[in-house]
């Protein structure tokens, strides 16, 4: 498995145990309960505390995180000492009913300020793939005084039919005469004249900045 789908599965990871908290607290009534939250991915907890603006699928994991937990009770904890990664691992039955799966390490217990200290840092080539990437488009202004295509038009409902006969008008250009549609306007017709229209709209919006998700 590639390293940016495991680092990927690790946040997803995170936020389901945020939502088994968010789930656990309420129904036994523990929200004013400090809670804290370990991950053995640097890749993720960096992704949860950075403020960079991230790609969707990281971005929505993240802000669900954020909106179930506080993201300073979020703590890196070394591979070798992640109890729970146990299973994942692999173990019999035996070995996993006398490990410390269910009750966690010993240091646990401890003041947090005993608590084992990483100094594992992020994949930086992982965590940068996955920024939103912003392109800059050069629009041609030219013309930009001009009147709007769809502001000629009185209403919404003729600019919607005169763009559908236009585009009627440039299918019958391109087939044989005796296959050339006659007689009124379809609503097939009328649907693709307007999604023209809203692609038009929608262009003319955003040329300045277009966002690639």
């Known amino acids: ?30 929200e004013n309960l400090p809670k804290i939250f370990w991950s053995d991915s640097a890749d993720a907890l960096y992704w949860i505390k950075g403020m960079e603006n991230w790609a969707p699928f990281v971005y929505n994991r993240v802000k669900e995180i954020r909106s179930l937990t506080n993201t ?19 173990c019999n039955v035996e070995t996993l009913a006398m490990s410390r799966w269910w009750e966690g390490m010993d240091w646990l217990k401890r003041p947090p300020g005993e608590w084992p200290k990483s100094n ?44 559908a006969w236009m585009y009627r008008f440039f299918t019958n250009c391109k087939i044989e ?26 262009k003319e919006s955003f040329q300045e900045l277009m966002i690639n998700v």
């Open 177 to 202: 005469k005796s296959n050339r549609i006659i007689g009124v306007l379809t609503l097939e017709e009328m649907n693709r004249a307007e999604i023209a229209v809203l692609k038009i709209v929608q």
């Open 120 to 163: 594992v840092t992020p994949d930086f080539d992982i965590i940068n793939s996955e920024k939103r990437k912003t392109v800059i488009s050069a629009a041609n202004h030219e013309g930009a005084s001009e009147e709007k295509y769809y502001n000629r038009f009185s209403s919404y409902d003729r600019l919607l039919r005169v763009t």
């Open 1 to 30: 498995m590639k390293s940016l789908s495991i680092s990927r599965l690790e946040l997803l990871a995170c936020s389901i145990g945020a939502r088994l908290s968010r789930s656990v607290s309420s129904d036994m009534k523990l």
């Open 72 to 90: 300073e009770d979020w703590y890196h904890v070394p591979e070798p000492l992640n109890a729970a990664d146990l299973p994942a691992r692999g």
